[in-house]
């Protein structure tokens, strides 16, 4: 069977009009050799190695976002539908000073339509990660043929790929429709890890990625690691308007009081803002 980086540009030629095969083979071979340069240039700080991941899922999952959160340190304030593949990467440091570069591919959620452009996507991975929403229950069932789908170009590969399942969107647990139990039996199912994550929030996006390139190398992290690397979400609290309907029913009241002030003042000027939790 063909091999070589190239491999899945040639597939392509079956299925692709020839403007868009070029397209595809330039963009590839760009951002190939920007990784090839990225890896090059480290040669020589001490031992490191790449590793190929891919993100897939529905659209409007926040696979972009994650992906933002880990390599930008940053949320994107505005949504825009990925065409195609973008890329990430970024360098971390694992337990015994190991450098690992993580490249990230995150391919746009219109691509299950496409099986050739989605193998060319995968070929190479160390690991696929299937991001869903928890608050939609349609991103979860449509795993399935995400799963089918990467399965059949892991079959293309000398070497399989890890996989694991990312339900997102934890930061809205009120909205919450589908359960942990839901999720964990899917990824015990399947072989995978399971991971939940808010890229809103940054709540265990850099936990998840470290336990990906734990699993891809064989590495054991400890619960010191695993602990460190879990944000903890604060709730600020924040003054709210009570509106205008509770002031009058507090000025009402200073009336029935014939006006006189009491010890808690109420009707006065200070009971106008109440505090509530609010996450933000």
């Known amino acids: 069977m063909p091999?070589?980086?190239?491999y899945p540009l040639l597939l392509c030629r079956q299925e692709c009009p020839t403007y868009y095969i070029k397209s595809c083979t330039d963009n590839?071979?760009?951002v190939m050799s920007k990784l090839a340069l990225a890896s090059d240039d480290e040669a020589g700080r001490g031992e490191q190695v790449s590793l190929k991941v891919v993100l897939l899922g529905d659209s409007c999952t926040g696979k972009t976002a994650i992906c933002c959160r880990f390599a930008q340190f940053a949320y994107p304030q505005k949504y825009s539908q990925t065409s195609g593949v973008d890329f990430y990467s970024r360098r971390i440091t694992m337990p015994h000073s190991l450098t690992v570069l993580l490249q990230l591919w995150d391919v746009g959620g219109h691509n299950l339509t496409s099986p050739t452009m989605l193998n060319t996507y995968i070929f190479g991975a160390q690991a696929v990660l299937f991001v869903y929403d928890v608050t939609n229950t349609q991103s979860f069932d449509n795993l399935t043929d995400w799963v089918t789908a990467a399965k059949k170009s892991s079959a293309q590969m000398e070497k399989p790929f890890c996989m694991g399942m990312v339900g997102n969107k934890t930061d809205?647990?009120?909205?919450?429709?589908?359960?942990i139990d839901r999720h964990n039996k899917f990824a015990e199912q399947n072989a995978f890890s399971a991971h939940f994550v808010a890229a809103k929030t940054g709540d265990s996006i850099e936990l998840m990625f470290r336990k990906t390139a734990a699993e891809v190398l064989g590495i054991q992290l400890t619960i010191a690691d695993e602990e460190w690397n879990v944000n903890?979400?604060?709730a600020q609290i924040t003054p709210v308007d009570g509106g205008s309907q509770n002031r009058r029913k507090q000025k009402q009241s200073g009336k029935e009081a014939n006006g006189a002030e009491t010890k808690t003042g109420i009707g006065s000027d200070k009971t106008?803002?109440?505090s509530a939790c609010i996450l933000q």
């Open 172 to 179: 809205s647990e009120h909205r919450r429709a589908v359960s």
């Open 232 to 234: 903890v979400v604060k």
């Open 28 to 30: 590839l071979l760009f």
């Open 272 to 274: 106008k803002n109440s």
């Open 3 to 6: 091999g070589g980086p190239l």
